[in-house]
């Protein structure tokens, strides 16, 4: 599935987590106030096991999931061999406390035309948790790459099978990407987005797809994996500046972080200057600034479970404000182009 044409220009939406503990007011936010593109809520501090990490690694022979979201893992027990054993008995499931968030979003989305979006973490940055608990990088990135495939193939399975009517845009979360070029990830460029790339092929029969990291990367890299739609935070996507140029030119989409998550919330004016700067910037840089308007997408700049809720909920009302007047930038590019 292509994401060209699934929403409009300057769409709203959200990366995932949320601070709330009440499945049901979480899915009924996201429906509101992001109605084109609502994001299925993840509730870490409802439950440890709706973690980025614990909702891919759940069910997974040697991992255990701490009370914080982090993983324990026995690399003896985890290996490929074991984790194909695991697939064969009908791993992976979506029934348990890890995914409370996501059942809540697709009851309530029940009938849905419209697109929604998912996201998972990816398999950089599940290798990178596995090997912080004694896995050699090698053998982690191999057990982490299969599983993310795996579990990827059966949520867009799930969300198929729930809302039938709706087309899928599903996000990789990749914050582990910020390791690239360390000696946590001594991986070359090209197999680094050949592993990223194999995760999107997971989600691309039936999704959309796109990666974010809300830190510094090589972002030459992870638009070779090929998604259709990079997530990154305004200041790292005007240090791209080449990169996002050829990025749109080969009509991909930018989803950009507009509303900090690690310091206070702001307001949108303030927001929405800062956007249109770092587009002036990068047209400066070489985009086309027709291009950085009608291929956009709005959200916070990464989840927001780390704020309390009134101030996560601003956030995202927030995004929705600026989002209808990046709509308006945006049919105001198009008919330059049609002048």
Known sequence: MTFAGLVPSGTATSIGSLPHTDVDAAARLVLELHPSLPAAPQLPLRSA???????????????????????????????????LGAIDDGW???????WAGLRAFLAAATGRTAPVKIQLAGPV????????????????????????????????RLVAERLPGAPVVAFLDEPGLVAFGTER????ASALADIVSGALAALQPSAATAVHCCGPTDWRVV??????????????????????????????????????????????EHHWRALTSAWCDLTVSGCDPNRLRQQALLTPECGLCGHGRSQAEHSL?????????????????RLAIGA
Do not use: K
């Open 223 to 268: 638009t070779l994996a090929g998604p259709d739609i990079i997530s990154l935070p305004l200041p790292a996507a005007v240090a791209a500046g080449a990169t996002m140029a050829d990025f749109l030119d080969r009509g991909g989409w930018v989803a950009w972080g507009v509303v900090p998550t690690d310091g206070p919330v702001g307001e949108a």
């Open 185 to 188: 990830l001594p991986v070359e």
């Open 125 to 156: 940055t599940v290798a990178l948790a596995f090997a912080q608990s004694g896995m050699s990088i090698d053998d982690a990135l191999h057990v982490s790459t299969r599983a993310v495939h795996a579990r990827a193939g059966a949520l867009c």
């Open 317 to 333: 009302a927030l995004v929705a404000r600026m989002s209808h007047r990046a709509e308006d930038q945006a049919l105001a590019a």
């Open 92 to 98: 992976p499931t979506f029934d348990d406390d890890g």
């Open 49 to 83: 096991a709706e973690g980025m990490l614990a909702q891919v690694a759940s069910g997974l022979p040697g991992v255990d999931v701490y009370a914080s979201g982090n993983l324990r893992v026995d690399a003896s027990r985890l290996t490929v061999d074991a984790l």
